[in-house]
């Protein structure tokens, strides 16, 4: 069985002190496992970093081939392992460690590193100087250095809800496999690459493990700006975090495989608002239904009788007493809607390419049914935060949330009512929907907090601080309905005289 392949990725700049010692010092192991080269990226450097580089290469002195290139234009911390990445993805590496050419990581920790993802499981690993209790300070990290970064690794986790001892370690070895499926292409060539790799890495879904590694400090040249360096982890996290819960997007974090839709039935949302709606026993047809979360509910809560309808079938066929495969963009679906008490549009209207041909359709389908009521809801795009994105210019479309990708349309409380009311509808009821902390924070003290904030600012501005519109909503009769019933109402008000007349 051939042995796995793995570069070893050395970037440097105006390292020409350092490298020659960094080159040597790689295990002569790494061959047992691995067949393993190096390559030297050298960033531009001012001084001998490549001219030392390549007279180690053509010496022979080390036991793995030895590639060196130069950049002629510096492509910073981040862009260079852009280029070492791309080269061992080109190349078909398997695997490739990312080694720092001043020499503050110790290439003797290589094997550890490598030994996880050789024996499966993982797509990155990680040297740590946190691992090991007291062993940062020893090695001569700075009391400032060692603080922030703990600072920083406490709130990146807590955002992230990930558990890494440190995120700020430059001593890393990747899956290229994992690589390859990850956008590290659109990251900052800047020194916070390392921390918008990680979020990929989390929002792919793909493990890390971390490895305890000792802690160096020599008289190498910090080129990193602490302040710059700590605001720009901030606001990665930050985007990161507001992208899960769709209030920005940044395409480098748009993990497509992550699931835009959940179960909401449990807290304030138009699926808890649907469920106390419906009366019990009631016949009810769910419109785009997805998953079938709302009507698995109400089959279970309520007795309810429940029709599916989505252009995809749901993962849980029995959420639902029977399911219907179609597209809405096509109209209304092929069913008999005066058989249903309830009709359920919730957050589905935005997703269609003409609502109100839709809405008048079903209206239409209707017919003279006045037994019928209509739930339903959609984002508001008027909400808070989306003013005051706007009020600095940003217009982010995400992968869920009001902004969702997919959707066709963006309403406001009052142009949701205008899509009803002049497609012959009534509007019986309009709520406001706070925001869903619960998918933020859970069911925390934090997330409760926010909630009841949000739900007072609703019932004083429910235009501005609603995240979500509902509405309960009720068919008006068509005029050739109306034209009809006064036909008959005047005939028979006619054979009423006629009878009258007759009796004189």
């Known amino acids: ?254 993990a497509a495989a992550s699931p835009p839709y959940t179960s909401k039935v449990d807290f304030a949302s138009p699926h808890q608002l649907a469920i106390e709606t419906v009366r019990r026993g009631a016949r009810v047809l769910d419109l785009g239904c997805a998953d079938g979360y709302v009507a698995a509910a109400l089959r279970e809560q309520k007795a309810c009788t429940v029709v599916g309808v989505d252009r995809m079938t749901p993962m849980k066929r029995d959420a639902v007493d029977h399911f219907v495969v179609y597209d809405l963009n096509d109209g209304v679906p092929p069913v008999d809607l005066t058989a249903f008490d309830y009709i359920l549009l919730l957050d589905v209207l935005e997703h269609l390419s003409s609502p109100e041909r839709f809405m008048t359709q079903l209206r239409h389908a209707l017919k003279l049914s006045r037994g019928t009521t209509i739930l339903a809801s959609t984002g508001n795009i008027g909400f808070v935060a989306n003013r005051f994105m706007l009020l600095l210019g940003q217009f982010n479309y995400g992968n869920r949330g009001i902004l969702d990708l997919t959707h066709t349309r963006l309403f406001t409380f009052a142009s949701f009512r205008r899509l009803f009311e002049q497609s012959g509808f009534r509007i019986r009821e309009a709520r406001g929907i706070p925001a869903p902390f619960r998918l933020v924070w859970g069911n925390s003290a934090v997330a409760r907090a926010a909630l009841a904030v949000n739900q007072a600012l609703v019932a004083i501005a429910r235009g501005i601080f609603s995240y979500q519109i509902f509405f309960v909503v009720e068919p008006l009769p068509s005029l050739d309905s109306l034209l009809d019933e006064a036909h008959r109402e005047s005939a028979k008000r006619v054979a009423d005289i006629d009878t009258r007349l007759a009796k004189l």
């Open 1 to 254: 069985m051939a042995k796995p392949r793995l570069l070893i990725l050395v970037v440097a700049y105006n390292a020409e002190k350092q490298i020659e010692d960094v080159l040597a010092r790689v295990p002569r192991e790494l061959s047992d496992r691995c067949d393993t080269e190096i390559l030297v990226l050298d960033d531009s450097s001012a001084d001998a970093t490549f001219d030392v580089s390549t007279r180690i290469q053509q010496s022979g002195r080390i036991p793995f081939p030895v590639h060196v290139l130069f950049n002629p234009v510096n492509q910073g911390y981040g862009g260079n392992q852009k280029l070492g990445y791309h080269y061992a993805i080109r190349e078909r590496f398997d695997y490739v460690a990312l080694l720092h050419g001043d020499g503050q990581y110790a290439p003797e920790c290589l094997p550890a590193l490598v030994a996880p993802l050789i024996e499966g499981g993982a797509a990155a690993v990680f040297g740590s100087r946190m691992l090991t209790k007291g062993g940062a300070r020893r090695g001569g990290m700075p009391f400032y250095k060692w603080t922030g970064n703990r600072i920083l690794s406490w709130m990146q986790n807590t955002l992230l809800g990930t558990a890494l001892s440190e995120f700020h370690s430059g001593y890393r070895v990747y899956a290229v496999d994992a690589l390859r499926r990850i956008p590290f292409d659109l990251n900052t060539n800047d020194f916070h690459f390392d921390t918008e790799i990680i979020v990929q890495l989390v929002f792919w879904g793909m493990p890390i493990v971390e490895i305890p590694i000792p802690t160096y400090y020599g008289d190498e040249i910090c080129r990193v700006n602490g302040v710059k360096y700590a605001a720009d982890v901030i606001r990665t996290v930050v985007v990161a975090r507001m992208q899960n819960v769709g209030l920005l997007y940044d395409r480098k974090f748009d």
